[in-house]
């Protein structure tokens, strides 16, 4: 994997850089994962069709550094994602955040400006609350959750996800949830960006009021089948589908 030192996180930061063609597409993980362990399965799917893919693992996260002394919030993560894009010299780029990395992604876009050739987000959280799993993160107090909850968690889970959040730093993840829990107004940044934009959702994950409303007001949304939250464990194809579609417009 490559490295850059991030100022903002005061540590190294690794991503993968997948060769492919068209202007790049950046991943954003959410709350627990890592990008080296969520997406390699999109990327590689025929559906994607050869895009050039950055797949960033957020401080604390995957192969990245997990400094004790940041406060993982949402805000400092979009810097992260602007200083790596900066740091490859990207004149341009597409941003796809999931969950967590939805909401890091809107601001993250607001930050690099014209550099954004369009954002897509899978399932964000859009408003201050958190979602059902980072609020139980949050009704444990740091120190519980490090000590013990993310362990249970870990051995409890058998999923995919539970690989990535075994080598997640806990205290990342419990200050990235409650960032999530203090929240933001994540919908009105999406609605007012002045950028392409699209909303994918699970099958599963419907009926949702931000998904309809989202609709309603004409923008771009998505319905991924045979999936909930989930989706790129879920349905790897269908995501690359939505994905380059997206891209190529």
């Known amino acids: 994997m490559d490295s850059f030192f991030s100022p903002t996180a005061n540590c ?15 991943f954003v993980h959410g709350l627990g994962c890592a990008s080296s362990c969520e997406y390699p399965r999109v990327v590689v799917d025929r559906a994607f069709g050869g895009r050039r893919a950055i797949l960033l693992d957020l401080p604390g996260c995957g192969y990245s550094e997990k400094p004790q002394d940041y406060r993982y919030s949402i805000a400092e993560q979009a810097y992260v994602v602007a200083e790596l894009v900066a740091h490859l010299g990207l004149e341009s780029c597409f941003l796809y955040g999931h969950s967590m990395g939805g909401s890091i992604s809107i601001e993250a ?8 050739a369009g954002l897509i987000v899978s399932e964000p959280n859009f408003h201050p609350g958190g979602g059902f799993f980072s609020r139980q993160i949050c009704s444990y107090s740091e120190a519980e959750f490090i000590e013990v909850i ?5 051995a409890q889970d058998d999923s995919p996800w539970a690989g990535s959040l075994a080598v997640d730093a806990p205290w990342a993840v419990w200050r990235g949830a409650a960032s999530l829990v203090a929240g933001n107004d ?16 699970g099958e599963h994950s419907l009926p ?7 609709d309603a ?17 879920e349905n790897p194809a269908a995501l690359a589908a939505a994905l380059t579609e997206f891209c190529e417009q």
């Open 150 to 154: 993310c362990q249970q968690l870990v």
């Open 217 to 233: 007001l004409g923008i771009s949304t998505v319905v991924l089948p045979e999936c909930g939250h989930s989706m790129s464990w």
């Open 208 to 214: 949702d009021d931000d998904f309809s409303r989202l």
């Open 109 to 116: 876009a607001a930050l690099l400006g014209d550099k954004v």
């Open 12 to 26: 190294r930061v690794r991503w993968q850089d997948l060769p492919g063609s068209g202007v790049p597409l950046v």
């Open 186 to 201: 994540w919908f009105t940044r999406f609605v007012d960006l002045p950028k392409p934009k699209q909303l994918i959702f």
